[in-house]
């Protein structure tokens, strides 16, 4: 891509009226409205802008307009990577506020977030399981601890002494109290079909290596209310509605890859 391209995406892009300046570097001016974008972030966030305050953000405003004259002079902005980094930021902060925008012109309504809650509830598994594990790194080594545990070896020691996860093991494996949102889905899925007491009698394979899970205890686990999972469901439906709506945008445009 060459700088005349990359310099007309830009001003595509960054097209402003006139604005009055509050500096002038080198005949390049700083616009007020730089100052003012700014203060406005600042005062989005509940701090009030003091003189003092606008002064930094002007001599800011002055110290990125010397080193970016300086990049130019030294040739940085000639380097083709650099110009590909540059566009990449543009177009992913074009990304983050077009969708952003998108939520704000199509928020989630309460209604859904009622809904939502509702098929929450419908899918809710009321179980919550205390467990042990011991993490191997083959599933031969895992054979073996169940072929111990199956002659009455005491899991908390074969923990301790054979578990490659640092973080359980010399607690026993001790896993805590999770439900089903907490653990992988295949962990939780074996544990579900365990008694209290039992352990899986097969290895069980993740990412992070093979497992043999005890199950100590069960109890019942309380229904979140409306309130308590709101915000939670609300940026679930957020999400889901920026996918669907980038999902349109593809279909909708004519897309070839070379």
């Known amino acids: ?22 500096a002038v570097v080198n005949n390049e001016k700083i616009e007020q409205r730089f100052v003012d974008f700014i203060k406005n972030e600042v005062e989005k966030q509940g701090r009030k ?4 305050m606008e002064e930094n953000i002007i001599d800011r405003l002055i110290d990125l307009k010397v080193i970016n ?7 940085l902005l000639d380097d083709p990577k650099i110009l ?16 952003q925008r998108y939520i704000v012109n199509n928020p989630v309504k309460n209604d859904e977030v009622k809904s939502e809650y509702e098929i929450f ?12 594990h011991i993490l191997l790194k083959t599933k031969t080594q895992a054979q073996k601890i169940i072929a111990k545990l199956e002659e009455n070896d005491n899991f908390s020691t074969l923990a ?5 996860d640092e973080s359980s093991k010399d607690n026993g494996g001790d896993l805590g109290w999770f439900e089903k949102r907490d653990m992988l889905e295949i962990i939780y899925d074996e544990v ?3 008694k209290k007491g039992e352990f899986t009698k097969s290895p069980i394979q993740t ?22 999972k709101k915000t939670e469901l609300k940026t679930t439906l957020q999400k889901r509605k920026l996918k669907q709506h980038l999902d349109e945008l593809r279909n909708q445009a004519k897309i070839k890859f070379k």
């Not at 509830?121 to 042990?132: C, Q, T, V, Y």
């Not at 992070?208 to 199950?215: A, D, E, Q």
Request: glycine share 2%.
């Open 160 to 164: 301790k002494e054979s578990s490659i």
């Open 84 to 99: 590909t980094q540059a566009e990449l930021s543009t177009q992913e902060l074009i990304y983050t506020l077009y969708l």
């Open 49 to 52: 802008v003091s003189n003092d």
């Open 1 to 22: 891509m060459t700088k005349c391209k990359y310099l007309f995406i830009f001003c595509l892009f960054f097209s402003f009226p006139t604005f009055s300046e509050v």
């Open 207 to 228: 990412q992070f290596g093979w497992h043999v899970i005890k199950l100590n205890d069960t109890r019942e686990a309380p229904l979140p209310s409306f309130e308590d």
């Open 69 to 75: 004259q300086a990049a130019k002079r030294s040739g």
């Open 192 to 194: 579900s079909k365990l």
């Open 121 to 132: 509830i419908n899918n809710f598994d009321d179980r919550e399981f205390k467990a042990s």
